[in-house]
């Protein structure tokens, strides 16, 4: 149970009530953000390294594109199979407990692929690191909306969102230097040691917003008033016992009942199609331009950089421009839905790629299409802003699920493709096609954007 929120104001208090207070408050959220922002960049390059280092592991190991298309997939088998515990994980142990141990096992499983002599090893270890990162997002998706109000949680989403593509954008360039020098094996020794060290970043500095030192009453007056849950029971990870765990007791029947919402199943079906765009990046875009394109190695590495670093401005600008609406007083469903339905329709035209024949060109169309993913890229937003209160682990587990559903159907559909064409030209199509699936989803199944109430 929530306790009423203390203000001198009469009536209820709102962030413009507490922002209006001559008490100025702290900003602990933003370094909180912080921690997010760097942990996802981490999660993304243990993740998608497998990529970059993909053409010589491929020459090293005699994998072809089937083959490949199945060890890139692999990851999202078990990463979307443990997303629903790793959800009731996260209720039950709360934020800090649960983002550390994932943290220290995905680097770990990171450290290890480095160390494979054959499939079978690397398979499992895939497996290892997709049961390992299952966690993170449901966890920021928990964190944000503990520490943020709602008129700041889409400005916080995106900023931790941006951590998937800067990363990769800016660290590109060093990776392949990096496997250029010291082979392939180098990349995942470095990353996965990173991953480690931050681990042990994460539990000395985060905190829940009541215990954190750094945030203040008017801090934590603000959160609280735009909806934040700051007032949930204290956590004590070291007892096994969670900040906001659920208080309507979770069974197996919850998950039918969430999904019976066409708030959640359309929000599922959108960031699945978000999602098949950015696995593409993720997994075959250094190998598209290197057969289909035929750029060298170094040209890679360099155009690599431009479709990640619109996709982090895309992510922002989503994020922005989302809040922006909402305090301009437009509804949720028109400063949530409009940036994504939008992302998704831009993000189609991937398939421009296919009708032109010079290089900057079609690194401008698959730019534009990757920032519009990043806009696209919104979906966390709504599952605190639509998630039964006590159950945010669970339905951001259900929403990760399907959305990641892409992680395992993309890289396949993709594999099988160039298997079977020698081409990218149907890849391409499949991707625009999938874009605008989601487009649709968010027009005509979301509805209106609506916090959850299970009814016994």
């Not at 550390?100 to 680097?107: A, E, N, V």
């Not at 890289?411 to 493709?417: K, N």
């Not at 298997?419 to 499949?430: H, I, K, N, P, R």
């Not at 649709?440 to 979301?446: A, E, G, M, T, W």
Request: hydrophobic share 50%; glycine share 12%.
């Amino acid at each position: 149970m929530h306790r009423p929120i203390q203000s001198t104001h009469a009536g209820a208090a709102t962030p413009k009530d507490v922002a209006a207070s001559t008490v100025r408050r702290s900003n602990a959220r933003y370094k909180i953000l912080t921690l997010l922002a760097v942990g996802t960049m981490i999660n993304y390059l243990d993740r998608t390294v497998l990529g970059i280092a993909a053409p010589q592991l491929t020459k090293e190991l005699g994998i072809n594109a089937a083959l490949m298309g199945l060890l890139f997939s692999v990851f999202s088998w078990s990463y979307v199979a443990s997303q629903i515990p790793g959800g009731l994980f996260l209720d039950r142990f709360g934020s800090k407990l649960t983002y550390f141990l994932s943290m220290t096992f995905w680097s770990l499983c990171t450290l290890a692929q480095g160390l494979v002599h054959g499939i079978g090893a690397l398979f499992v270890f895939r497996l290892g690191l997709g049961v390992s990162e299952a966690p993170c997002f449901p966890t920021n998706s928990r964190v944000v909306a503990t520490w943020f109000p709602q008129s700041e949680r889409a400005m916080a989403t995106g900023t931790y969102t941006v951590g998937e593509y800067i990363g990769l954008a800016f660290f590109s360039p060093f990776l392949f230097m990096l496997m250029g020098a010291f082979g392939w094996r180098s990349l995942f020794y470095v990353v996965g040691g990173i991953g480690l060290v931050f681990g042990v970043i994460w539990w000395m500095f985060y905190r829940e917003p009541r215990d954190h030192p750094a945030a203040n009453r008017a801090e934590l007056d603000y959160i609280e008033a735009g909806g934040g849950l700051t007032n949930a029971k204290k956590t004590a990870d070291a007892q096994g016992t969670a900040a906001g765990a659920s208080t309507n007791g979770f069974e197996w029947r919850t998950i039918g009942r969430l999904l019976k919402h066409r708030q959640l199943a359309g929000i599922c079906l959108g960031q699945f199609a978000g999602n098949s765009t950015l696995v593409f990046f993720l997994t075959w875009f250094p190998t598209y331009l290197a057969t289909e394109r035929h750029m060298a190695w170094l040209k890679i590495g360099f155009f690599a950089i431009m479709p990640f670093i619109a996709a982090s401005i895309g992510v922002m600008f989503g994020g922005i421009f989302s809040d922006w609406l909402l305090r301009r007083g437009k509804s949720p469903n028109v400063a949530r839905k409009l940036p994504i339905i939008a992302g998704l329709l831009l993000a189609s035209t991937i398939v421009l790629a296919n009708y032109v024949e010079s290089n900057v060109v079609v690194i401008a169309i698959l730019s534009a299409a990757f920032f519009a993913q990043g806009m696209a890229a919104l979906g966390w937003t709504l599952v605190s802003d639509i998630a039964p209160e006590g159950l945010l682990g669970v339905t951001g587990g259900i929403f990760n699920f399907a959305a990641n559903l892409a992680g395992i159907v993309t890289p396949l559909v993709v594999g099988f493709i160039v298997a079977a064409t020698g081409s990218f030209v149907g890849a391409l199509v499949f991707i625009g096609a999938i874009a605008l699936v989601g487009a649709l989803s968010y027009i005509f199944i979301v509805g209106d954007i609506k916090r959850i109430v299970l009814v016994d």
